[in-house]
């Protein structure tokens, strides 16, 4: 792949083709033209210097910005860190999160208090390279709806690349949205292709997929990878089955959405295929000769059946939960405090905990 990047399914039109023009000043209503996003959970020790980095590049591409940070419930001094840095400048707006409520859901916030036309997301560890920044939106003013960013050249144990590299495979094979890193941080998108409400689990990663489903169309580029320099790494190999988990749902959400049953009547078919293989096997062995324990084969395909009635059940749970979540216009999360935003009540960025101020618009859930 080349380093120019490559137009991965969807269309745009090419009237939503451009970003505002370098440059210029704050779009009309004072928003910014460019909002960038940042999750940040216990880097106490590196929002500074990365706040100081996107300052520094975002003043060099000549356009009005805001930086939206998500302190994610940090406990080492993050919130006095964010709190220190928006007083000097109230271009750094800072969510507060209550407690640790994860990736996705401080992405999610992030993403629904960003006013700009364009939206860039990174990770607050200063892997990610804000210099970047400016290819990302390039590429995007090529006509995308998202930009995503690869590290082909990664600065993480092998263990762990080989594990993504796996994991980015079956993604693409299951959505059929060929990229080599999904779970890169670091990706450009337009603020009319997102629609954050319906971000929960570990489906920041899935962004890409959705903003297709909605019509949009993807690139991949090439971006440089630094190694962590302060504090330790969050991912961890826990989150493989929270991610497999969510992807199961995002492939029921696409292929499935309108038409269910035929996700479980295609389930019910395999399972009564093999019902009757392990049947007829029974019959073979003598069913009432040998007790259930000495008949391996039997005992696993009990075991197979419950186990996908179990990931069903979870699947009808997952889309329930979505439901009432997105109808009620609620978020899994809660905010203590925000600094230079307004009240998250007042701009209907409502928490789980919180009455709903105003009703959700935008398309029907996925």
């Not at 023009?21 to 779009?27: E, L, T, W």
């Not at 996003?37 to 910005?65: F, K, M, Q, T, W």
């Not at 800072?94 to 990736?103: E, L, P």
């Not at 319906?198 to 997929?209: A, D, N, S, T």
Request: overall charge positive; glycine content about 12%.
């Amino acid at each position: 792949m080349n380093q120019g990047g490559n137009k991965i399914g969807g269309a745009d039109s090419a009237s939503r083709a451009k970003t505002r023009a370098s440059g210029g000043g704050a779009p009309s209503g004072g928003s910014p033209a460019l909002s960038i996003v940042i999750p940040a959970y216990d880097e106490a020790g590196n929002v500074g210097p990365l706040l100081e980095e996107v300052r520094r590049e975002a003043d060099a591409l000549g356009r009005s910005y805001e930086i939206v940070v998500v302190n994610d419930g940090s406990r080492d001094g993050t919130d006095r860190a964010l709190d220190e840095l928006a007083r000097g400048d109230a271009r750094i707006r800072v969510i507060h999160f209550a407690a640790n409520f994860g990736q996705t859901a401080a992405l999610a916030a992030g993403l629904e208090a960003a006013t700009g036309d364009v939206i860039i997301t990174m990770d607050g560890d200063r892997q990610n390279d804000p210099s970047e920044m400016r290819r990302l939106i390039e590429k995007l003013d090529e006509g995308y709806a998202c930009v995503s960013g690869w590290r082909r050249d990664r600065h993480d144990d092998a263990l762990r690349s080989f594990a993504s590299r796996i994991a980015n495979r079956l993604i693409s094979k299951a959505t059929s949205l060929p990229l080599h890193d999904y779970g890169c941080t670091l990706k450009a998108y337009r603020r009319d292709a997102l629609d954050p409400s319906q971000l929960y689990g570990e489906m920041h990663r899935f962004l890409p997929v959705y903003v297709r489903a909605r019509g949009g169309s993807v690139a991949e580029i090439v971006v440089r990878h630094r190694p962590r320099v302060v504090g330790v790494s969050k991912y961890g190999f826990s989150r493989i089955p929270r991610v497999l988990a969510d992807l199961a749902l995002v492939r029921l959400l696409f292929k499935y959405r309108t038409r269910p049953s035929h996700l479980f009547a295609k389930v019910a078919g395999y399972l009564f295929a093999t019902g009757a293989l392990v049947g007829g096997y029974g019959v073979v062995r003598g069913l009432g000769k040998a007790p259930i324990l000495d008949m391996p084969v039997l005992l696993a395909a009990v075991l197979g059946v419950g186990s996908l009635s179990l990931v069903g059940i979870g699947l009808c749970c997952e889309l329930v939960m979505r439901n009432h979540f997105y109808v009620l216009g609620r978020r899994p999360w809660r905010i203590a405090r925000t600094v230079n935003l307004p009240d998250p009540a007042a701009t209907g960025m409502v928490s789980d905990r919180t009455a709903p101020t105003k009703a959700v618009q935008g398309h029907a859930p996925l």
